[in-house]
Structures are given as structure tokens and as C-alpha cells.
């Protein structure tokens, strides 16, 4: 069956400060991946999608980008966080259909 | 963009009161989601819908896609203080992107015991 890991799980950071989140899939072959930020408010917003190696689409522009040096793995960074850029961060992938989340990271810039 | 409405915002009930909620599209979907998300924790896939009119159960769930094919219902049947959490509806428009999904923007439901 197919599982989907994020590390860390939380992480508070000062502002300025550079950021690595990872996330990486087993149990999957080519599968599309996202990466999300959810803000207090409760909405999705889906910040990078990925159909393949080396290929990362932005949504909303900012401080932020997006990699997959590996076909299960997507690392979102960021060179020098923003106060703004707290939030909970989901790593997602999909087979197509149906889309499954990862347990997201909890991002505090203090 | 693709938008969708999703209602109500939040609700507060008893246990064992039986719970509706729905989303709504400005466009046609060929799927809908609908997923779970306990506090802290991603959201988790519920219930699928591929086909218009489709009416698909998951335990004491049960999910329709409507036949207009711009709205989906989702309702709980018999709430217990574990369906606490928050719940979004998704879609994959027919005209969009094959890659990407459009969220609503939750039900937080409250089950008081």
C-alpha cells in the first residue's frame, strides 16, 4: 500500500531564516505531487504541483519554491521565511482519481 | 478559477443527530471528494464520486453526486463525538486541469456529547 511521509512534523523558525521541508512517497510509481498550505482560516492553498522529475508548476507567487530531485520525493524551501509563511504545510500526491494527504508540518516564523 | 461553495461554514449538534452538508460549482466536475481532517492532522479521503447521480456510503456516510454535476451532498448519519473535525469537498472540473483539484473551504462540525 502506498504512504506518505513529511519531516519534521513541527518547526519553529525565526524570520529570515531558511526553510526545507521534505516529503516523500512509497508504495508509488510517477505519482503527481502537491504541496499545500493551510492558514488558520481552515482553506487549502495549493502552492506547487509536480508531474515529474525536475518538473514543479507554481500557483501563487512568493518567497517560496519547490523541488523533486527524485521521483517520490518533493522538498518546498524557501531562502528567507517571512512572518507571513507560518501555516500548516501538506505534501498530497494522487493516481489521477483520487488525491491522499501526508500528516503535514506545522511551521511557527517567530 | 474554478470556485467551489461549500455550506454551512460550521455546525454544532447533539450526538446522534444525523448531519448534511454540500458544496456547490460554477462549473461542471467529473469527480468529487470529500475528506476529513481531525485537528493537526491531514485530511483523509472519505468518499469518492465519479459519475452523476452516484449515491456512495462509507459506514454511517453517505456521499451524492449531484445529477447536475456542479454539486455533491455529504451526510452523517447518527453523529458520534469522533466525527468532530473539519470537512472539505473537492472536485476535478471537466474543463480544468487533469493535475488539479479546487477545495471548498471546510465545515467545522462540533458534536456535543
Known amino acids: 500500500s502506498q504512504t506518505i511521509h513529511q519531516w519534521p512534523a513541527t518547526l519553529v523558525q525565526p524570520v529570515g531564516s531558511p526553510l526545507s521541508l521534505e516529503c516523500t512517497v512509497e508504495?508509488?510509481?510517477?505519482?503527481?505531487l502537491y504541496w499545500y498550505r493551510q492558514a488558520a482560516g481552515r482553506g487549502l492553498q495549493l502552492l506547487f504541483y509536480s508531474v515529474g522529475i525536475g518538473q514543479i508548476s507554481s500557483e501563487v507567487p512568493q518567497n517560496l519554491s519547490a523541488s523533486r530531485p527524485q521521483d517520490r520525493q518533493f522538498i518546498l524551501s524557501s531562502k528567507k521565511l517571512l512572518l507571513s509563511d507560518s501555516g500548516f504545510y501538506l505534501c498530497?500526491?494522487?493516481?489521477?482519481?483520487?488525491?491522499?494527504f501526508g500528516p503535514g508540518t506545522r511551521l511557527t516564523v517567530l | 478559477g474554478q470556485q467551489l461553495n461549500q455550506s454551512p461554514q460550521s455546525m454544532f449538534i447533539q450526538e446522534g443527530e444525523d448531519v448534511s452538508m454540500n458544496c456547490t460549482s460554477s462549473?461542471?466536475?467529473?469527480?468529487w471528494l470529500w475528506y476529513k481532517q481531525d485537528p493537526g492532522e491531514g485530511p483523509v479521503l472519505l468518499i469518492a464520486?465519479?459519475?452523476?447521480?452516484e449515491l456512495t456510503s462509507n459506514g454511517r456516510l453517505t456521499a451524492q453526486f449531484g445529477i447536475t454535476r456542479k454539486d455533491s451532498f455529504l451526510n452523517i448519519s447518527a453523529s458520534i463525538p469522533s466525527d468532530v473535525g473539519i470537512y472539505f469537498c473537492?472536485?476535478?472540473?471537466?474543463?480544468?486541469?487533469?493535475?488539479?483539484?479546487?477545495f471548498g473551504k471546510g465545515t467545522l462540525l462540533t458534536v456535543n456529547p
Open positions: 462549473s461542471i466536475f467529473n469527480t
Open positions: 473537492a472536485g476535478r472540473s471537466s474543463g480544468g486541469s487533469n493535475y488539479k483539484l479546487t
Open positions: 498530497a500526491w494522487t493516481d489521477y482519481n483520487e488525491q491522499f
Open positions: 464520486l465519479y459519475k452523476a447521480g
Open positions: 508504495g508509488t510509481s510517477n505519482p503527481n
